[in-house]
Nanobody
Framework: QVQLVESGGGSVQAGGSLRLSCTAS????????MAWFRQDPGTQREAIAKIDPRGNTVLADSLKGRFFISGDNAKNTLTLQMNSLKPEDTAMYYC????????????????WGQGIQVTVSS
């Protein structure tokens, strides 16, 4: 059973930065594809950044240049660095992991963290 715990969220003013961390159980980061999702109230949860065990990444086009995803196999931690934050980045952010055949080819069960709130004020 994969366990994921997010940390690092909070409130920040527009233009600021936050770093989200996801601490995983076992050797999840080196074994599974992982991703960050976010969800606004009343909307579907959307994937914003994905990474596979080899370090290949995919990032939502709208976030390129501001958000960066990385994994640390030794610490079994997934990180999302968020810069130049905007009010529209306000959402619940979720860490997820799944088996995959490539960074964008997930299959089987998806494991989720409990989510963490990010609020960006103007």
């Amino acid at each position: 059973q994969v366990q994921l715990v997010e940390s690092g969220g909070g409130s920040v003013q527009a233009g600021g930065s936050l770093r989200l961390s996801c601490t995983a159980s076992g050797n999840t980061v080196s074994t599974y594809c992982m991703a960050w999702f976010r969800q606004d109230p009343g909307t579907q949860r959307e994937a914003i950044a994905k990474i596979d065990p080899r370090g290949n990444t995919v990032l939502a086009d709208s976030l390129k240049g501001r958000f960066f995803i990385s994994g640390d196999n030794a610490k079994n931690t997934l990180t999302l660095q968020m810069n130049s934050l905007k009010p529209e980045d306000t959402a619940m952010y979720y860490c997820a992991a799944s088996s995959c055949a490539g960074v964008g080819a997930w299959y089987g069960a998806t494991y989720w963290g409990q989510g963490i709130q990010v609020t960006v004020s103007s």
